[in-house]
């Protein structure tokens, strides 16, 4: 099926673990991203990555590094987690044409618990 | 500064009535719009969107919406919810400001009683 797919859906782990969350689109799509959405439902754009470069880094802790190998795939690596790194994680990709993209394709999350 | 908002954090509605879903943006132009709903455990799911032309756009699900200039609004609605609509929806929008930003309103809750 053609989706964007991310792995693990749950995670559990300490606190001052590292841990690494995969995804990947078979989309076609030139652009990624990664969101955080809390407890309230609030999604947070944290990195995006157009053609593997980098292209949104907002404010988010040096803990958090992306990784995008290649445009169909773009992971996220967590180290030192902390408690409030408890949240939801989203990918998302998108096609973007003359600077705007069309809609975004969700995968399903990776629900993190952090001990 | 851009924005998007959501001004309801929650809405019920009995099954079979209609429904209408508030959108507002703040833009010196207008951007493109979308409607996003959130199954519980689930990723986004995009409903329709808005670029330009017909105001009026039809989407997934039995969902339509209507951007309104002179308000700045995008609402979403439907004639007759079923109860498997009960979900979580999200406004975007995307809009060039030196660089493309995409900005998610904060979401509105939507309760469906039998």
């Known amino acids: 099926d053609t989706a964007v797919s991310q792995t693990p859906k749950y995670l559990v782990t300490q606190m001052g673990n590292d841990k690494s969350i995969k995804c990947e689109q078979n989309?076609?799509?030139?652009?990624m991203y990664w969101y955080k959405q809390d407890s309230k439902k609030f999604l947070k754009i944290m990195f995006s990555?157009?053609?593997?470069?980098?292209?949104i880094n907002e404010t988010v802790p040096n803990r958090f590094s992306p990784k995008s190998p290649d445009k169909a795939h773009l992971n996220l690596h967590i180290n030192s987690l902390e408690l409030g790194d408890s949240a939801v994680y989203f990918c998302?990709?998108?096609?973007?044409?003359?600077?705007?993209?069309?809609?975004?394709?969700f995968g399903s999350g990776t629900r993190l618990t952090v001990v | 500064a851009q924005s998007v908002t959501q001004p309801d954090i929650h809405i019920t509605v009995s099954e079979g009535a209609s429904l209408e879903l508030r959108c507002n943006y703040s833009y010196g132009a207008t951007p493109y719009l979308f409607w996003y709903v959130q199954s519980p455990g689930q990723g986004l799911q995009l409903l329709l969107k808005?670029?330009?032309?017909?105001?009026l756009v039809q989407g997934i699900k039995g969902f339509e919406a209507e951007f309104k200039r002179s308000q700045s609004s995008f609402n979403l609605r439907k004639p007759s919810v079923h109860w498997s609509d009960a979900a979580e929806y999200f406004c975007a929008v995307g809009f060039t400001s030196g660089t493309y930003k995409y900005i998610f309103g904060t979401g509105t809750r939507l309760k469906v009683l039998a």
């Open positions: 998302a990709s998108s096609q973007v044409r003359r600077g705007q993209t069309r809609g975004y394709t």
């Open positions: 808005y670029f330009s032309g017909d105001t």
């Open positions: 990555y157009n053609n593997k470069e980098l292209i």
């Open positions: 989309l076609g799509h030139d652009t």
